[in-house]
């Protein structure tokens, strides 16, 4: 029993060597002008392995290693030296490794790492990386510098999904992972808002969105200027950005946030279309709802002066008092109206109708042996035309004495004879009594009321009276006659 006791402690203390990592199998890691693929054959043997390598690996290669390596060291100097004299070892699903080149390997079966198992040392792998806050558009180029794109390196983006797709050595991809963390951080963006007690928030937007504006090479990025929206139902300016650049913003906007001048606030604006009495009317009755418009909008307003407007006809101007918002207001308004507007020819025909005139008919009747009747003095008689067709040629044209009549008639004229009797009707539709007084025209504005007044100016006689003198004394005022 006490020799057991004794050895019990001897073997506590051998057991953990007996299953140390020691005890495991380790190799040399010495060559020496070896060909390259003598060196594959025997790490292939050493880790038992099987090995497919490319025709085109070819060279001697020369490591020197005072150390005894374990199996999972003795793989990574493997790959080392491969990565060294330009090859890549791809790690097949089943188990197998290919030896090719470097620049091959981006484009073979790479194994796809994970965050649970992204890979050793210099063994090939992709990785695929979602971006939440950088594009990855504007990552990649960064990145392709820091890998190695003339080997087994690759960093390609995917733009619909905002992602990269990195390929190249597990230690290498490993840092560019680390670069991708640190650059994709959203940052402090929070949101302030500034409430504004003087100022309008539209227009304290538009001055720091101008003050903000650098287009030059060494302007901040993006990401780094602060955005300013103007929230008008509350009269505040929402801020957001960086804390420095926003810490900016904010000074500046209260800054600007001071009360308002009233030392000045008339102006004259001339008017080169409009008539200035014309827009005295509108721009009253527009001017009430603008001024309660900028008081609503102020939490604490101050009390502006009364809006007074009024037009000076000879110089065709208006006289403007009003709080400056206001009056840059009014301006605008002013500016819209104030144009050339567009012109309007109107002409007209003034003419004097007899209803008189018309369609004159006639009938007139001849016997050869009781003479002649005529019912109508105009037009064509009817003894000039017998006399005429009493020349009728043989060859069927008219005689010239009846061309003659016929050519000094206007309108139609048809006649017949049989045995005795003859009669001729005449029908002329004519309007010789019409008469064009004047032809108006006038030159209006649009939408403007225009009246022609044609006629002439005549006396008109509107008393008299008898001096002592037995002298008439007649008093006549002119007025125009129309026509």
Known sequence: MKSLRKMLPALLILTPLLFSPAAAEEFSASFKGTDIQEFINTV????????????????????????????????????????????????????????????????SAVPVASAAAPGEGDEVVTRVVPLTNVAARDLAPLLRQLNDNAGAGSVVHYEPSNVLLMTGRAAVIKRLLTIVERVDNAGDRSVVTVPLSWASAAEVVKLVTELNKDTSKSALPGSMVANVVADERTNAVLVSGEPNSRQRIIAMIKQLDRQQAVQGNTKVIYLKYAKAADLVEVLTGISSSLQSDKQSARPVAAIDKNIIIKAHGQTNALIVTAAPDVMNDLERVIAQLDIRRPQVLVEAIIAEVQDADGLNLGIQWANKNAGMTQFTNS?????????????????????????????????????????NWAMLLTALSSSTKNDILATPSIVTLDNMQATFNVGQEVPVLTGSQTTSGDNIFNTVERKNRRH
């Open 44 to 107: 292939s043997k050493n880790l038992n392995k099987t090995v497919i390598i490319d025709p085109s690996v070819r060279g001697t290669i020369t490591v020197r290693s005072y150390d005894m390596l374990n199996e999972e060291q003795y793989y990574q100097f493997f790959l080392s030296v491969l990565d060294v004299y330009g090859f890549a070892v791809i790690n097949m699903n089943n188990g197998v490794l290919k030896v090719v080149r470097a620049k091959d390997a981006k484009t």
């Open 379 to 419: 037009g064509l008689p009817i003894s000039t035309a017998i006399a005429g067709a009493n020349q009728y040629n043989k060859d069927g044209t008219i005689s010239s004495s009846l061309a003659s009549a016929l050519g000094s008639f206007n309108g139609i004229a048809a006649g017949f004879y049989r045995g």
